[in-house]
């Protein structure tokens, strides 16, 4: 029951060969069990949970529900406790007191309730939603090996969802904290396209790139989700929801991307290139040259614009936020403004440059992270790697455009490996499409971590 795909509870549920109670119990009991260990969850909502699921239960007994405008109904999902939600605090991994919670579900969490899914928890994460920074609440462990890091910030969702506790999780992304942990973890992670997802109720770290995006076990319960909870395309936007995957051709980037990976990770990209090969697609070299100079931007952008977002609690709070994130802040408050400014004009040439390949391919391929999950005693002040962790995700936020995350293999070691796949604006189907096909050819999705529960 628990490493079911969300399609197949979902449909179970509507069909009642179980219950929505049975299922949402049995997740709040597997996350319990295992959390001592795993620490992916900050709060369980088991109260709300399974009044939820009772009321969905009720529901279907009277089959008093259309599956296409509750797709969800009954499914235990998580939220990452950057999020608002009515029936739980909001740390956002800190110490820090913002003030009174606005007792509200943030938009997305209330799209996911409107949509049937039932909320049993809110996720660990990194202070504030900086990927490499570490939650207050302690380090996560990845599933896969207790010693290794799970990806950030998004650290929970990623490690929830690979250990079997939930069935999708909402998740930020602001330079790769959807989609470093779903690589780290071996799940789905799609950042949509800017502003497809609304953050409105989500606690901001940069405002001009911040995005909502759902992780799930595979690309359908992906879609599924982000179906659930995105905007519509503007109207009269020209948008592709599918290519036949014969069709597509696909950029690979000469320089960067490919660039410096590890053995294992340019072996993995070499598989995967393979098995998309094997169904049809086509390849085609590509040049994004400033994509280099990405990961210098963001970290201005972000540093700027979280002092912005920090400074009524910053001064009288100094001593309650985390080494690292205070000293970050600092680092924004002492930015000159034409720094930030020149960082944003790069951004936009960035935003050109990927907009001139994708007028030639319908996507871009590459590793999502040059590394597997690293040692959690490697951070960005002691390894040279570790720091330039987001180096393929960067771009892609920087751009506004959807990129989505997939398992494509193992290390030697037998940690998870990513490929992403960067996409025209608003044509995150298109995306999730590739992936669907090469899930259907591939069982890296399927594959799951070692029982732990006993180390709890």
């Not at 049975?22 to 109260?47: D, I, Q, Y």
């Not at 529900?65 to 608002?84: I, N, Q, T, Y």
């Not at 989505?404 to 189907?429: A, H, K, M, N, Y």
Request: aromatic share 6%; glycine share 8%.
């Amino acid at each position: 029951m628990h490493f079911w795909s969300l399609e197949e509870t979902a449909r179970k549920i509507r069909a009642r060969e179980v219950s929505s109670v049975e299922v949402t119990r049995s997740a709040l009991e597997r996350g319990r069990r295992v959390n001592p260990w795993l620490n992916a969850f900050v709060a369980f909502t088991e109260e709300r949970a399974l009044e939820d699921a009772r009321r969905a239960d009720e529901l279907v007994s009277r089959s008093a529900v259309d599956p296409r405008a509750m797709p969800l109904l009954g499914v235990p999902v998580s939220v990452k406790d950057m999020f608002e939600t009515a029936d739980a605090p909001t740390t956002c991994g800190s110490r820090v007191e913002r003030g009174r919670s606005s007792g509200r579900d943030a938009e997305a969490v209330r799209r996911l309730r409107a949509a049937g899914a039932i909320v049993i928890g809110k996720t660990n994460v990194s202070e504030f939603a900086w990927g490499s920074v570490q939650s207050a609440f302690g380090a996560l462990a990845n599933p896969w090996n207790p010693e290794r890091f799970a990806g950030g910030s998004s650290s929970g969702s990623g490690a929830s969802l690979a250990a079997g506790i939930g069935y999708s999780s909402l998740g930020g992304d602001t330079g790769g904290s959807i989609r470093m942990p779903a690589a780290f973890c071996g799940v789905v992670g799609i950042k949509p396209t800017f502003g497809r997802v609304s953050c409105r109720g989500a606690v901001p770290l940069a405002w001009t790139m911040d995005c909502a995006g759902p992780l799930a076990r595979s690309a359908r319960d992906a879609q599924i989700v982000l179906a659930a909870i995105a905007e519509p395309p503007p109207p009269g936007y020209a948008v592709r929801r599918r290519i036949p995957i014969a069709q597509a051709t696909l950029g690979i980037p000469r320089t960067h991307f490919f660039e410096s990976l590890d053995e294992d990770v340019a072996r993995a990209m070499d598989e995967a290139r393979r098995a998309l090969q094997g169904l049809g697609v086509r390849f085609r070299d590509v040049d994004i040259p400033l994509a280099s100079q990405a990961n210098l931007a963001t970290a201005i952008i972000l540093q700027v614009e979280a002092a912005a977002v920090h400074r009524r609690w910053i001064a009288p709070q100094f001593d309650a936020y985390g080494e690292v994130f205070r000293g970050r802040l600092v680092q924004g408050l002492l930015i000159p403004g034409h720094v930030y400014l020149k960082a944003q004009q790069l951004r936009n040439r960035i935003r050109r440059e990927f907009e001139a390949v994708l007028d030639g391919v319908d996507a871009i391929l590459t590793p999502t992270t040059a590394i597997a999950a690293h040692p959690l005693s490697e951070s960005p002040r002691n390894s040279a790697r570790v720091a330039d962790v987001g180096r393929c995700t960067s771009p892609a936020s920087l751009a506004g455009l959807p990129a989505l995350s997939l398992p494509c293999g193992f290390t030697r070691e037998g940690l998870p490996i990513g490929l992403q796949l960067i996409g025209r604006v608003f044509e995150e189907d298109v995306l999730l499409e590739i992936g669907i096909a090469y899930q259907a050819k591939t069982d890296w999705h399927e594959r799951r971590p070692p029982r732990r529960e006993e180390t709890g």
